[in-house]
């Protein structure tokens, strides 16, 4: 698509340098337009971006992390959270600089990582070894890690109410979760290709057809898309 924007437009797109902060691409997501786009287009993704109307990259990496088994169940709270502020809360004072961008919810593997180090006296091995048995999905180590844990932040003045709301928080990540570098990869390849649909629709859509002409299925849904796009 870059290059076609280049020979047809003249027009270099430095596509690891285009502004995050784009208007048209953000009004394509929160429209609901995301066939093509990397990541976002299946329908239970597109139904949760219209509700949610992103606006900043962050809420495009929350996505692609919440957009799993296991995490799912938080993409209601998350988008209550982004359109109203003051349902922000955060499990404990300690954890407002790392769930900050995350709007106080746990996401990624590093928040929970992050978590028992900050709240349970876990070291950065102890953690590590805490996120391979989310990872392993081995009940056994995750009981361990369960008591470990409810120990540790007990033996560091925490209530225990607050300490098995914590763990309830955390237990959907026994399933599946991202790490953040992973979200953050996805997240930032995601906007890369609703920013081009956005900006350049009928160079990105012929990019598109090209990459995926051996399916003929997607190459149709791409003409379709490109009819209500009003390309010819």
Same mark, same amino acid.
């Given at each position: 698509?870059?290059?076609?924007?280049?020979?047809?437009?003249?027009? !270099?797109?430095?596509?690891?340098?285009?502004?995050? !902060? !784009?208007?048209?691409?953000?009004?394509?997501?929160?429209?609901?337009?995301?066939?093509?786009?990397?990541?976002?287009?299946?329908?239970?993704?597109?139904?949760?971006?219209?509700?949610?109307?992103?606006?900043?990259?962050?809420?495009?990496?929350?996505?692609?992390?919440?957009?799993?088994?296991?995490?799912?169940?938080?993409?209601?709270?998350?988008?209550?959270?982004?359109?109203?502020?003051? #349902?922000? !809360?955060?499990?404990?004072?300690?954890?407002?600089?790392?769930?900050?961008?995350? #709007?106080?919810? #746990?996401?990624?593997?590093?928040?929970?990582?992050?978590?028992?180090?900050?709240?349970?006296?876990?070291?950065?091995?102890?953690?590590?070894?805490?996120?391979?048995?989310?990872?392993?999905?081995?009940?056994?180590?995750?009981?361990?890690?369960?008591?470990?844990?409810?120990?540790?932040?007990?033996?560091?003045?925490?209530?225990?109410?607050?300490?098995?709301?914590?763990?309830?928080?955390?237990?959907?990540?026994?399933?599946?979760?991202?790490?953040?570098?992973?979200?953050?990869?996805?997240?930032?390849?995601?906007?890369?290709?609703?920013?081009?649909?956005?900006?350049?629709?009928?160079?990105?859509?012929?990019?598109?057809?090209?990459?995926?002409?051996?399916?003929?299925?997607?190459?149709?849904?791409?003409?379709?898309?490109?009819?209500?796009?009003?390309?010819?």
């Amino acid at each position: 698509a870059i290059k076609i924007v280049s020979k047809t437009k003249g027009v !270099d797109v430095d596509i690891e340098n285009i502004p995050v !902060d !784009d208007k048209t691409t953000f009004d394509l997501l929160a429209k609901g337009h995301t066939m093509g786009v990397f990541q976002l287009s299946g329908d239970g993704m597109t139904k949760y971006l219209v509700e949610l109307r992103p606006t900043r990259v962050e809420d495009i990496m929350a996505m692609v992390a919440l957009y799993r088994p296991g995490p799912i169940e938080f993409i209601p709270e998350y988008i209550k959270r982004k359109h109203n502020p003051k #349902l922000i !809360d955060y499990p404990h004072e300690l954890l407002v600089d790392i769930l900050e961008k995350s #709007l106080g919810l #746990l996401i990624y593997q590093d928040d929970v990582m992050l978590t028992a180090i900050k709240l349970a006296g876990y070291s950065w091995l102890e953690a590590d070894l805490f996120r391979k048995a989310m990872g392993k999905k081995i009940p056994e180590l995750m009981l361990e890690q369960e008591k470990k844990f409810m120990d540790g932040c007990v033996a560091n003045g925490i209530s225990k109410e607050l300490v098995k709301d914590l763990w309830g928080r955390i237990k959907p990540f026994a399933m599946y979760a991202f790490n953040k570098s992973h979200s953050a990869s996805y997240g930032m390849v995601a906007y890369q290709t609703a920013y081009m649909k956005a900006n350049y629709p009928a160079e990105y859509m012929a990019s598109l057809m090209t990459a995926e002409s051996a399916d003929l299925e997607k190459v149709a849904a791409a003409v379709h898309e490109c009819g209500r796009m009003g390309i010819k």
